[in-house]
DNA sequence: CCTGTTAATGACCGCACGGTCAGTAAGGGC
DNA sequence: GCCCTTACTGACCGTGCGGTCATTAACAGG
């Protein structure tokens, strides 16, 4: 009878202290990423993580709980080293523009930047410190760095003295627009990245005018 | 006794048959709007409709049938007669350009332009469909528009005659950026809308080379 | 004024899922 | 090898909400 109701494979416990939070973290990052915030089950979640859903009770105070870990956690991972870049470079301001961009173009090709966008426009409403955090730790850091390029461009006479006020802002524009392309239409109309890119290089450097 | 029971205001029943429909459409628009789908609870938008939940039912299959109508609404509503703006101007480019995007700005002011692109992200997942008509409907004419005008710039020599790639694409993007910016930030850091238009111009036209 | 049709109602059902807690077993200390 | 602490489990509970349907009443036609 026993043997009978063994059908389904037997669970080995295995007591594990330290190592759970950073899991459960993961696992939830992951389902959260995919499903979003509502649609993502904590049953879900202790599957993936290979525990049962009473284990994330031991370690996080609820689901809200769980998912703020993994946001920071995430964005604590794809949070660049901003900023080290533009220091110790000494091209022209294309060149250093290509190098800073290229990367970001990295990311949101590889899906990093999507999906931390996507999840800061859904659950942005309720959970208002993510956004705080987000704006704090990666908007104003990057701008700060555009800035940054902009200064040393003006500095070594490459570009126009003009440039400063809402521009370091704008520079980018593009590429969010990418990403915000990524997440809506991907599949409806893909964009080639690589010419997108000279494009986008071309258009902020040279402009429209004749 | 039932004088007691009858403490809670007596609702007056109605049949209106033909405009039930518009109005929980409107209702749902509203609800949806503020919360999105999986938040929104079909007895508020009862509520808002002035009707019984089962009402809905009557006229829509079920809660989706009803999101949809109301995005669909919504999306005929606020879809511009994009494209007759530039057929009969005779101003220069950059006027043109200052015309049609201010119009864009007043929209994202005034917060419809955030609210469809909030909806397309947080519900672009479960309704396909929906992103699917916004692109054949909103973007790919407003993008045809775009490319008009860089072609009758072109034409008028007054905007070099490489920008014909990706350009018409990326014109617009520090102003859907500005979208993305109310719906994220707005709060946290406002941004000057007038200030931002003039240098958005002044970006896309003169670019950064001195 | 009566009556049949049907728009409208809201109590109710079922289910999904967040959260709890009494019970179980891993494994370290003696 | 035994026992005690505690990490871990999963059946269970409560609630919220989408969807149903028997009942009610608005209104038109006679």
Request: charge should be negative; avoid cysteine; glycine fraction near 6%.
């Amino acid at each position: 009878m026993q043997d009978m109701l063994n059908t389904q494979e037997t669970r080995v416990r295995h007591r594990r202290k330290e190592e759970r939070p950073a899991e459960i973290v993961a696992a939830g990052l992951a389902e959260f990423a995919e499903r979003g915030f509502e649609r993502t089950r904590l049953e879900d979640i202790a599957k993936r993580a290979g525990i049962a859903k009473g284990t994330i009770y031991l370690y996080f105070r609820n689901k809200e709980a769980v998912f703020e870990a993994a946001v920071e956690a995430h964005l604590e991972a794809t949070l660049a080293d901003v900023g080290a870049l533009s220091q110790s470079f000494d091209g022209t301001t294309e060149e250093l523009l290509r190098l800073i961009l290229s990367r970001f173009y990295g990311q949101i090709a590889e899906g990093s930047a999507s999906t931390i966008l996507r999840t800061m426009v859904t659950e942005g409403p309720r959970f208002p410190e993510l956004l705080k955090l987000y704006h704090e730790r990666v908007i104003t850091p990057a701008e700060a760095m555009m800035a940054g390029v902009l200064e040393r461009g003006v500095a070594r006479q490459e570009i126009s003295a003009e440039a400063v006020p809402h521009y370091h802002r704008m520079i980018a524009a593009p590429a969010i627009m990418l990403s915000l392309w990524q997440i809506l239409f991907a599949e409806i109309e893909p964009i080639d990245f690589d010419r997108y890119l000279d494009e986008h290089i071309a258009l902020v450097m040279g402009g429209l005018r004749r």
